[in-house]
Structures are given as structure tokens and as C-alpha cells.
């Protein structure tokens, strides 16, 4: 698939960063893929709709091997509806968001975190919004 987006960050991209992603598909062979690099080249997260089963997968490729997919069955998104997607990582986890709505949850495989550098976004279609943006962790008061 063809980078649609691309973005850098020295320092790393996580924790606090968040990519937001607006589209529309028009047919169910209108995948796309997220991507979270390390500089390394690995892909620390991997984020890929699956609209012919209607499923959402996650995994990571490191040392030149995928490891086990965690699938989702929470599948919001719709063919020809338009569709907004936020990935927020924190110290522990990606945290993947359709609609506004958390439908999964990614535990980091790739350490240290300082050295994912780097998203895309990989589609055939061109998405009217993506933005990479830090946001502020908060701590709750025990």
C-alpha cells in the first residue's frame, strides 16, 4: 500500500502522542494500515481494519517477525460512512479509539519507547485528516 502520511519525532512518539485519522472507505477493499516505527525499522504497533471480516488487528513486527495478532471483534466502523480514529499511547499501552469510543487497548512490545520515531499511514484512498499532536498524561489523585 501506498504512505498516504508520514511524520517524525525525535525523542520518540510515546508516551502523550496521539494520531488522529479521518476517512471514508467506499468498497470492503479499502484497507488501510497504522504504523508506529522504530528507528530500527520495526514496527513497534500495528493497526489494520479488517472490513471483510469485520475485525480489527493489532500486532507488532520485531527482529524480522510478526508476533501473535491480537483481534478485536468491536468493529464501529462502516463501508461509505465517514470514520474518525484517535491512537493515544501512554507509558503502557496504545489505546486505539473509533468514534470516540475505545475498542482496544495494545500493551507496548517495543522497548525503550524513545525509539518509536516515527507513523504512517498506508492506504490506496487519501484521508481528509491525519494529525499527529502531544497531549498532556494526567496522574489521578489516590
Known sequence: MPVQFE???SGGLVPGWSLMVQGQTNSKD???EINFLSESGDI???F???F???TL???SFQTSHWGEEEVFNVFPLELKEPFEIEIFSDSE???VFIQENKVAQYE???KPLASINKVQVLNDLRFPLVELSKKRLYRSAL
Open 7 to 9: 511524520a517524525f519525532c
Open 30 to 32: 479499502d484497507e488501510f
Open 44 to 46: 513497534a504497533f500495528h
Open 48 to 50: 489494520k481494519p479488517r
Open 52 to 54: 471483510s471480516n469485520a
Open 57 to 59: 488487528v493489532c500486532n
Open 93 to 95: 499501552y496504545f489505546h
Open 108 to 110: 507496548h512490545r517495543h
